[in-house]
């Protein structure tokens, strides 16, 4: 049996930042060994949605390992295999673990292999929502296609140029992240997109009537059709055709399904306690388990309302989030003792040209006030205000990282925004000006 002090179970897009954090407060060689069933050392996720897919075929280089190892999307250094066996840190791939004994501290891989730890931490993530769970009639049809990891991209990539040859039609099921994304990436690689989803809007969990007008306008110059308040009801895996809730069907050489993920708790059921559908940590990142911490996708950690002030326990599907809670998570174990974690919500993406970045919250009783170019899809935003004015959410379309910062820091700092005349509004005209104003009350 190999025994490690700590072991990182999951070597996914948090285990390159946990290494770092690790490394960086002097971490022994011989101490850490990460584990992973994917093939490759830790990688920047989100790649796989937007140039993995958009760069075969657009103006940009393709995004293709070795290029988006962690922690480059962090602004760090570019981990590759090498830069862990420098640094003495087992990097075990293509190893799933099928057991995980945490009152005996031992992790027995499919191989047989058992390898026990003094210290844990579990970072497996979430695996796509499948439409087989919902039974719908062919979801088990080849032609459906899920995004998670460098394998689906590989295949996705390779359906693509196969869709070109035969019809060129593809289906989005979703209108999510995942579901924008993929379907501008398609779109860019020359296919022709529909996206089918229930919402009445894309992106309605967050964006305004009025935000998503903007993106729906785009897609629309680009070509992307989209069917809203649709239910997909079926598959046909005869033509490929697509159908949905009010009867009618599509011909689609490729279908690609976004409509959410799960966490991958099941190998810790009645170990652990879970909320959330995840581990339950601390602020520490601790589990209930002694000596056992969980970070990322499949934590659930407590989380402060910017609007209420209440904390309760939440997961975040969000790279950020990723990265900050395993450094909070190797601090942890190192004794470092850092402040309880102190998370605020940032979302981003990129379809297309186009840019955003979002921090805080965007509940359905705040007032949302836009401003900037909306017409010409340029630097725009909203601003949500809770009681008082107090500004709770802040969403930026084009700005720059700069601008990023000032927004983060308004919504962390919860400033006061005066909506009466004279204050931020949608009167404030430019998205420049409102974040000058933004800037200057910090
Ligand atoms: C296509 C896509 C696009 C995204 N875009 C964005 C974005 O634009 N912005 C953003 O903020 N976030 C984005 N995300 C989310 C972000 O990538 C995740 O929040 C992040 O990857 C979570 O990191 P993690 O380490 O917790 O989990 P993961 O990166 O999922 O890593 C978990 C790892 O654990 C492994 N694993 C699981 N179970 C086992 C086991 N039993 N044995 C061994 N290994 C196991 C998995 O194979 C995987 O390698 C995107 C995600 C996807 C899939």
New binding site residues.
Partial sequence: MSSYKIIF???????GYAARAFVENCLKAGELAI????PYV?Y???????GYLLGEFGRWCAARLPGFHTCVGGGGERQAPEWYSEKGITYLTN????KADLANKALTLASGEVLSYEKLII??????TRLTEFGVPGADLGGLFY???VKD?DVLVAAVAATKEAGGKAVVIGGG??GM??AAGLSSSGLSVTMVFPEDRILSRLLTPQLAAVYERLYDAKGIKMVKGAKVTGFDGVDGKVSWRCGQSLDAGLVVVGVG?RP?VE?FQGQLEIAAGGIKVDGQMATSVPDVYA?????AFPLTSVASGEVSYAR???????RLS?AQAAKAILGLSPPPYDYLP?????VFALSWVFYGEAPADATAVHFGDMPEAKCFGCLWLGAGGKLVGAFLEGGSADDAAVLKAAVAGRLTIPTEEGGLGAAAGSGAAVVAQLKAKL
Avoid: M, W
């Fill in positions: 179970l999951g070597g996914g897009n948090a285990a584990i992973t069933e994917e830790a920047e996720r989100p790649a796989l949605s937007k190893s799933r673990v099928v970072g497996t993530g979430a695996r796509p995004l998670r990891d991209g992240y995942i994304e993929v993920a991958n190998l970070v990322g996708d499949v934590a975040q599907e969000h790279v950020t989030h990723c395993a940032f979302f981003y993406s990129r």
